[in-house]
């Protein structure tokens, strides 16, 4: 009896150190993205480390050569943490984690791995985009650097044409960096989209892109995708300038009152003047000019309004379709009424009191814009060929707040609650 007991007390620990080193071996690397580097995903890491006691690695990767030498720089920094074995980077329970383009380096790293060598047994893509990236497309076409000019003209033309010196600091900066520069010529969408060599990788329809999805993977797969609440665009630079979602846009409302008031003003005078020309003629003269300004502080205002639709423009979420509606609609009585009297009753004035109201179908095209992280499409994001529970939405997250949702400031972290109901799943990615 003692030597049974013996036995099943050595059997016990046995498999208690087995669980305990698979827990252990479940290495998981955080991949950041062409905007980020090594402390991209540490609030994350940091939580899931303490939650879930893994291995992680969290390392800058150069992003500049493109997307498969990135994939390399992570294939190596695998074998260099962990070892090149199948206890070590080759271990198939391996979880890989990538942001944006840090997504589809684990992606390439899987096509370019064989059986036996690959560093993952599976991963998560977090707001990729797997399709391409559509921005890039436009900046290489010259949209962007089209539509950055149009902004900075007519977000500048209004304070430039008031003669006297504007109150409130924030006007003449927004003839300057504060509006123009932000919107589309800055450091955020370049940084985003890199060099030219990664740009071209990024594209949509690219030998690379292309390449990468043609692989058909076999490993177990989950998509993240962002879908931030408008406006997208001041939304996501008021992340990247003041680290949460809100001020920048906060300061747009400022401006785009002051652009109205200006105009509203400029409007009041040139009525004010008008009218006094009928007295004073030499007042017409001031008409004009008032009318001018008015109508360079409206351009501004309206670009501020439609700001929003021209950033959906670039980053390619507009799309036409078609709408059918009803419209009550005065149907008059047939005129004349039978055919045979058409030709000796045509010049006599149909009754425009015989009728009736009826509601008629219509069809019109409006313009839709489809879900963002207000820099990527939700079709870009959301990986296509695995099953619909393996796909994930992170609600109210533009591209960079994703990787830190505590700065929104509403008390609720959005992405680890994602994150948590993927580890804690019952299948491959269950890391308890």
Same mark, same amino acid.
């Given at each position: 009896?003692?030597?049974?007991?013996?036995?099943?007390?050595?059997?016990?620990?046995?498999?208690?150190?087995?669980?305990?080193?698979?827990?252990?071996?479940?290495?998981?690397?955080?991949?950041?993205?062409?905007?980020?580097?090594?402390?991209?995903?540490?609030?994350?890491?940091?939580?899931?480390?303490?939650?879930?006691? !893994?291995?992680?690695?969290?390392?800058?990767?150069?992003?500049?050569?493109?997307?498969?030498?990135a994939a390399n720089q992570v294939i190596n920094s695998?074998?260099?943490?962990?070892?090149?074995?199948?206890?070590?980077?080759?271990?198939?329970?391996?979880?890989?984690?990538?942001?944006?383009?840090?997504?589809?380096? !684990?992606?390439?790293?899987?096509?370019?791995?064989?059986?036996?060598?690959?560093?993952?047994?599976?991963?998560?893509?977090?707001?990729?985009?797997?399709?391409?990236?559509?921005?890039?497309?436009? !900046?290489?076409?010259?949209?962007?650097?089209?539509?950055?000019?149009?902004?900075?003209?007519?977000i500048a033309d209004g304070p430039l044409s008031q003669?006297?010196?504007?109150p409130w600091g924030i006007v003449s900066n927004l003839?300057?960096?504060?509006?123009?520069?932000?919107?589309?010529?800055?450091?955020?969408?370049?940084?985003?989209?890199?060099?030219?060599?990664?740009?071209?990788?990024?594209?949509?329809?690219?030998?690379?892109?292309?390449?990468?999805?043609?692989?058909?993977?076999?490993?177990?797969?989950?998509?993240?995708?962002?879908?931030?609440?408008?406006?997208?665009?001041?939304?996501?630079?008021?992340?990247?300038?003041?680290?949460?979602?809100? &001020?920048?846009?906060?300061?747009?409302?400022?401006?785009?009152?002051?652009?109205?008031?200006?105009?509203?003003?400029?409007?009041?005078?040139?009525?004010?003047?008008?009218?006094?020309?009928?007295?004073?003629?030499?007042?017409?003269?001031?008409?004009?000019?008032?009318?001018?300004?008015?109508?360079?502080? &409206?351009?501004?205002?309206?670009?501020?309004?439609?700001?929003?639709?021209?950033?959906?423009?670039?980053?390619?979420?507009?799309?036409?379709?078609?709408?059918?509606?009803?419209?009550?609609?005065?149907?008059?009585?047939?005129?004349?009424?039978?055919?045979?009297?058409?030709?000796?009753?045509?010049?006599?004035?149909?009754?425009?009191?015989?009728?009736?109201?009826?509601?008629?179908?219509?069809?019109?095209?409006?313009?839709?814009?489809?879900?963002?992280?207000?820099?990527?499409?939700?079709?870009?994001?959301?990986?296509?060929?695995?099953?619909?529970?393996?796909?994930?939405?992170?609600?109210?997250?533009?591209?960079?707040?994703?990787?830190?949702?505590?700065?929104?400031?509403?008390?609720?972290?959005?992405?680890?609650?994602?994150?948590?109901?993927?580890?804690?799943?019952?299948?491959?990615?269950?890391?308890?």
């Amino acid at each position: 009896m003692k030597k049974i007991i013996q036995k099943i007390s050595l059997l016990l620990i046995f498999t208690f150190s087995a669980l305990n080193a698979n827990a252990q071996d479940r290495n998981v690397a955080w991949v950041h993205g062409l905007d980020g580097d090594a402390s991209s995903w540490q609030h994350y890491e940091r939580i899931f480390n303490d939650e879930r006691k !893994l291995n992680n690695l969290r390392t800058t990767y150069n992003t500049d050569n493109g997307i498969t030498n990135a994939a390399n720089q992570v294939i190596n920094s695998m074998n260099m943490r962990y070892g090149n074995s199948a206890s070590g980077a080759n271990n198939p329970q391996n979880l890989g984690i990538g942001h944006s383009m840090g997504g589809l380096m !684990l992606r390439d790293a899987d096509r370019s791995t064989g059986s036996g060598t690959k560093k993952f047994g599976g991963y998560i893509t977090v707001t990729s985009p797997n399709y391409g990236a559509p921005i890039s497309n436009s !900046l290489i076409d010259g949209s962007v650097e089209r539509a950055a000019q149009n902004a900075c003209n007519k977000i500048a033309d209004g304070p430039l044409s008031q003669v006297f010196s504007l109150p409130w600091g924030i006007v003449s900066n927004l003839a300057t960096n504060v509006l123009c520069d932000q919107f589309i010529d800055n450091d955020l969408v370049q940084g985003l989209q890199g060099t030219p060599v990664t740009n071209n990788d990024l594209k949509v329809g690219s030998p690379t892109i292309d390449a990468i999805n043609d692989y058909d993977s076999n490993l177990p797969r989950i998509s993240i995708w962002g879908e931030e609440n408008s406006p997208v665009h001041w939304r996501m630079i008021s992340s990247n300038l003041y680290g949460n979602d809100t &001020k920048f846009v906060n300061m747009v409302n400022t401006a785009r009152g002051l652009y109205n008031g200006f105009y509203v003003y400029n409007t009041s005078l040139a009525v004010v003047t008008g009218v006094a020309g009928f007295w004073n003629p030499f007042a017409w003269g001031f008409t004009a000019t008032y009318i001018y300004r008015a109508t360079q502080w &409206k351009k501004g205002r309206n670009w501020i309004d439609d700001s929003e639709n021209i950033w959906s423009s670039l980053i390619k979420t507009t799309r036409t379709e078609p709408q059918t509606y009803w419209v009550n609609t005065w149907i008059p009585c047939a005129y004349p009424p039978r055919i045979e009297v058409e030709l000796r009753s045509v010049k006599r004035t149909p009754d425009i009191d015989c009728g009736e109201w009826k509601w008629v179908q219509r069809t019109r095209n409006i313009s839709v814009n489809y879900p963002s992280d207000g820099l990527l499409p939700q079709y870009t994001q959301e990986l296509q060929g695995i099953p619909a529970g393996n796909r994930y939405k992170v609600s109210g997250a533009n591209h960079l707040e994703v990787r830190n949702m505590t700065t929104d400031g509403n008390g609720v972290d959005e992405t680890a609650v994602e994150f948590r109901r993927i580890f804690n799943r019952t299948d491959w990615f269950n890391t308890n």
